[in-house]
């Protein structure tokens, strides 16, 4: 059963208004006024998004909260767009003498509502909070700025002196949405019976990373932040890059997705540490792998090949 929200009360949506102005004559194909967006689809937004550059849009779609990534999604279409204010590519465009419209957030009753659903995540018994795992499906009126960017390669420099380097339109996000208020919150709640199931899987990437930020913690690198990369010959890993660059320690790191085991990424070098062995337990027991099955599956790390070096285990 979904839950209605409107000016933060819980109530049964009354849509006959709504569909009495839609038929309206002049009222259904008038052009909105220039503080008025203009009302689309996501499928149109990715469809066609040149024609919405930059433009105040309003939607009607469901909204993901994940692990690193928030956004709205049609699944009619597989339409997926990023929410966000601001990244790198909006320093170029200014360059290239392109403005957009400023976006005020509204934090009204709607969108706290709205960001309550959103914020309330599967927690394991263990009492790890899965961000992957959202307790309510959610669907929502959307008003906001649409941002594209074409397709195309683009040379950055970190500053003048260093060599440019090219950023590919694959790197970051090219639709984006920049939020600026909510209504018509509808939130159907999610039997989390779905997450607990007991069954053998992988890590996911969440996992991944807490078992890093938990080795780093114990050394004093918790302020990094993590980078996630693929390396194509070695996917049975998932790598991190510490950024920016720690003046000290370790740069990259090197997950085994089926058991967890952390390796240094640059040498082989198996790490371990308290905080670290002790997620460890928890992440196992979730993911089904037993100490039988760990012993089955367990293998060196990705630079361990005959012939390359080794250290002892990283303390």
Same mark, same amino acid.
């Given at each position: 059963m979904g839950i209605c929200v409107q000016g933060g009360k819980l109530s049964v949506r009354n849509s006959i208004a709504a569909v009495v102005l839609a038929l309206a004559p002049g009222i259904a194909f008038a052009q909105p006024t220039a503080t008025e967006p203009i009302k689309t689809t996501l499928c149109e937004l990715v469809k066609t998004p040149e024609q919405f550059n930059g433009k105040m849009v309003q939607f009607r779609a469901e909204y993901l909260s994940k692990f690193q990534w928030e956004g709205f999604v049609d699944e009619s279409c597989s339409a997926k767009i990023q929410v966000s204010a601001y990244g790198v590519f909006d320093d170029i465009r200014a360059q290239d003498g392109q403005t957009h419209l400023p976006v005020h957030p509204k934090h009204d009753d709607n969108y706290r509502a709205f960001r309550k659903y959103a914020g309330t995540k599967f927690r394991w018994p263990d009492g790890g909070r899965c961000q992957d795992c959202?307790?309510?499906?959610?669907?929502?009126?959307? +008003?906001?700025?649409?941002?594209?960017?074409?397709?195309?390669?683009?040379?950055?420099?970190?500053?003048?002196?260093?060599?440019?380097?090219?950023?590919?339109?694959? @790197?970051?996000?090219?639709?984006?949405?920049?939020?600026?208020?909510?209504?018509?919150?509808?939130?159907?709640?999610?039997?989390?019976?779905?997450?607990?199931?007991?069954?053998?899987?992988?890590?996911?990437?969440?996992?991944?990373?807490?078992?890093?930020?938990?080795?780093?913690? @114990?050394?004093?690198?918790?302020?990094?932040?993590?980078?996630?990369?693929?390396?194509?010959?070695?996917?049975? #890993?998932? #790598?991190?890059?510490?950024?920016?660059?720690?003046?000290?320690?370790?740069?990259?790191?090197?997950? +085994?997705?089926?058991?967890? +085991?952390?390796?240094?990424?640059?040498?082989?070098?198996?790490?371990?540490?308290?905080?670290?062995?002790?997620?460890?337990?928890?992440?196992?027991?979730?993911?089904?792998?037993?100490?039988?099955?760990?012993?089955?599956?367990?293998? @060196?790390?990705?630079?361990?090949?005959?012939?390359?070096?080794?250290?002892?285990?990283g303390k």
């Amino acid at each position: 059963m979904g839950i209605c929200v409107q000016g933060g009360k819980l109530s049964v949506r009354n849509s006959i208004a709504a569909v009495v102005l839609a038929l309206a004559p002049g009222i259904a194909f008038a052009q909105p006024t220039a503080t008025e967006p203009i009302k689309t689809t996501l499928c149109e937004l990715v469809k066609t998004p040149e024609q919405f550059n930059g433009k105040m849009v309003q939607f009607r779609a469901e909204y993901l909260s994940k692990f690193q990534w928030e956004g709205f999604v049609d699944e009619s279409c597989s339409a997926k767009i990023q929410v966000s204010a601001y990244g790198v590519f909006d320093d170029i465009r200014a360059q290239d003498g392109q403005t957009h419209l400023p976006v005020h957030p509204k934090h009204d009753d709607n969108y706290r509502a709205f960001r309550k659903y959103a914020g309330t995540k599967f927690r394991w018994p263990d009492g790890g909070r899965c961000q992957d795992c959202p307790l309510y499906r959610i669907i929502v009126t959307a +008003d906001g700025r649409f941002d594209y960017f074409a397709g195309q390669t683009i040379v950055v420099k970190a500053n003048p002196a260093e060599k440019a380097v090219g950023v590919s339109d694959g @790197d970051l996000p090219l639709l984006r949405f920049a939020l600026q208020s909510i209504s018509d919150v509808v939130a159907t709640p999610i039997d989390p019976s779905i997450y607990s199931a007991k069954k053998r899987r992988d890590l996911t990437l969440e996992e991944a990373h807490e078992l890093v930020k938990a080795f780093q913690k @114990d050394h004093g690198e918790g302020g990094n932040g993590l980078e996630k990369y693929e390396v194509k010959e070695y996917p049975g #890993f998932q #790598f991190f890059q510490a950024v920016p660059d720690p003046p000290s320690g370790r740069i990259h790191y090197a997950v +085994d997705r089926r058991t967890g +085991d952390v390796w240094d990424a640059v040498i082989c070098d198996h790490l371990t540490s308290r905080s670290l062995a002790k997620l460890l337990i928890a992440i196992r027991k979730r993911i089904g792998l037993t100490e039988e099955v760990y012993r089955n599956l367990h293998r @060196d790390g990705p630079m361990c090949e005959p012939g390359m070096p080794r250290l002892g285990t990283g303390k």
